[in-house]
């Protein structure tokens, strides 16, 4: 194998030290000029610049404040610019020779806020309010977004969209006092919400204008350039229009000598001339309303609630009254039948005139009539002579009535008595038959206890003496059963002597040995010693013999 020469190792040495020096500068280059460290919260914007020299397909946005840079399918750019797109937190390497990089933070939109997004990117429609459907990113017009942003955190390019936060709800004002709203709009209970389109929309088929359905409580995201919101109170409300009185410097009320309020030096109240040149004052309640039917052509029709109190409850609650009151003379308002025909007319017209206009009347009603004194006075006190009258009359009833009514106390109370001694009567009777009733029963229920109880020893007596019989049939049976078994035993062996032999023998162990030993004349110190061996060597196990066989007694 050949050695390399010593100036190809130098070669090869400076070919490594420039690879590692190359390898080394290009991280040191790259963590120190193309380094970007997003935080949360934060998005990185991307502005293409392009190489430092043309690349062919590779040119410019047409219209460098209405579009932004394309990128291919593998997300490489294709023009200079600002990319659509932007990237999150985390660590990003970018090299500034080709990418401008800038830190932009989130969009945050807080709870009971919307937010508006005006398209900065795309076609000018032209059109009027110049509203625009679609998605963040996917917008071909320029414009404000028709859809609005709720509660979240959001992405958004600022070179391709513009954000405003609306804090809550936003309220506008028009010169006749109109109120109307939008952003985070909140319907409480009790009322609706009349809605104004700006612009028709396409998507909804919904037409410009007043809209014809109102919103019920609830909370919505209103777009101020698309729709415009009235809040209005449904329900009964009352309106009233009192006269002051005069007070004194202790702050209770000045009276006439007759003891009715004076009327203060003011234009409260209601005020008018009677027929006869008499000034009068007087009180009026309204109890009136909008439902939410009615809230649409109210709005439309007025405005909003307070023209509608002013211009027709407040205005004809004074007119009606005034116009009505001018035919009549002063001392026909004190007169019961010309005062409540006063105020039915008053009431009637009241709510016809409200209900063509498209409101609802619950009551309308003239309250307290103020006259003159030097009408009311002499009118007072022929009404009072008149009183006095009826008041004596009617004491001398009220004594009348009194008396009978003693003397229907009176038979009260002795009604009250007959009906308790004869109550109290009908309770002995009735005692006492139950009485006799119970006892008769007792004698009955003890016949019958004596009789059940004679019927149960019998039924006692008969079941002991058939169980004795019983008993004593069945022993018999079990012991004839057992003399006829022996018997059936000894017949079949053939004599008493031949079975009790059987017995033992069926008793002995089956190993037993026999041994004969010859016990003949001069033989038994010969035999002896094996006899000892066969004694000590052996063991015979011993087991008891069946009892002999005895025939039982026969039971008589």
Not at 88 to 103: A, Q
Request: proline residues 5%; contains cysteine; glycine residues 8%.
């Amino acid at each position: 194998m050949s050695t390399l020469s010593r100036g190809q190792r130098i070669l090869i040495s400076t070919v490594v030290c420039l690879v590692l020096f190359a390898a080394v500068g290009w991280q040191a280059f790259r963590w120190t000029f193309c380094y970007w460290y997003v935080d949360e919260g934060f998005s990185l914007q991307l502005t293409y610049k392009g190489p430092p020299l043309p690349i062919p397909g590779l040119t410019l946005p047409a219209s460098a404040d209405t579009e932004l840079a394309q990128v291919d399918d593998k997300g490489r750019p294709k023009q200079i610019g600002v990319l659509a797109e932007m990237v999150g937190p985390g660590r990003h390497f970018y090299n500034p020779f080709f990418w401008e990089c800038k830190k932009v933070p989130d969009v945050v939109v807080e709870a009971k806020q919307v937010a508006v997004v005006t398209s900065r990117i795309g076609k000018e429609t032209g059109a009027k309010q110049n509203l625009v459907d679609g998605e963040l990113g996917q917008t071909e017009f320029q414009g404000n977004l028709r859809k609005l942003l709720g509660p979240g955190r959001y992405r958004i390019n600022p070179r391709a969209y513009e954000v405003t936060v609306i804090k809550g709800e936003e309220v506008a004002r028009t010169a006749d006092g109109q109120e109307t709203r939008s952003g985070w709009v909140v319907i409480n209970p009790g009322y609706v919400g009349v809605v104004t389109n700006l612009t028709s929309n396409p998507i909804t088929q919904a037409k410009d204008g007043l809209q014809k359905n109102v919103l019920p409580p609830g909370i919505y995201p209103i777009n101020k350039w698309e729709q415009q919101i009235n809040v209005v109170n449904i329900g009964f409300r009352e309106k009233s229009i009192e006269t002051s009185i005069a007070e004194l410097s202790d702050g209770h009320a000045k009276v006439d000598p007759s003891g009715e309020p004076i009327v203060a030096d003011d234009d409260s109240g209601i005020a008018f001339t009677s027929d006869d040149g008499f000034p009068i004052r007087l009180d009026f309640t309204a109890i009136w309303g909008i439902m939410p039917d009615q809230a649409v052509d109210v709005i439309d029709n007025f405005g909003n609630e307070a023209a509608v109190e002013d211009k027709v409850v407040l205005t004809q609650m004074r007119n009606l009254c005034r116009t009505y009151g001018a035919k009549l003379k002063a001392a026909d308002l004190l007169d019961g039948e010309t005062r409540q025909s006063y105020q039915a007319q008053v009431a009637l017209a009241f709510h016809a005139i409200l209900e063509g206009k498209g409101l609802s009347v619950q009551q309308g009603l003239v309250r307290n009539i103020y006259i003159p004194q030097e009408v009311r006075l002499p009118i007072q006190l022929g009404y009072i002579s008149d009183e006095l009258k009826l008041t004596r009359e009617q004491e001398q009833l009220t004594a009348m009535t009194e008396g009978d009514l003693r003397e229907a106390e009176e038979k009260v109370k002795l009604q009250t008595e007959q009906i308790r001694v004869e109550t109290e009567k009908m309770v002995a009777v009735k005692l006492a038959e139950g009485q006799k009733t119970a006892a008769e029963t007792k004698g009955e229920t003890s016949k019958l206890i004596a009789a059940i109880a004679r019927e149960t020893a019998e039924i006692d007596k008969e079941s002991t003496i058939t169980l004795g019989e019983a008993t004593s049939t069945a022993k018999k049976g079990i012991e004839e059963a057992k003399a006829d078994k022996f018997k059936l035993a000894v017949d079949a062996f053939g004599g008493g002597q031949a079975y009790n032999q059987w017995v033992f023998a069926t008793g002995l162990p089956e190993d037993i040995e026999l041994n004969l030993l010859y016990a003949g004349e001069g033989t038994f110190w010969t035999d002896l010693k094996g006899f000892s061996e066969t004694l000590l060597g052996k063991q015979v196990k011993q087991q008891s013999a069946p009892p002999p066989l005895t025939t039982p007694a026969r039971s008589k």
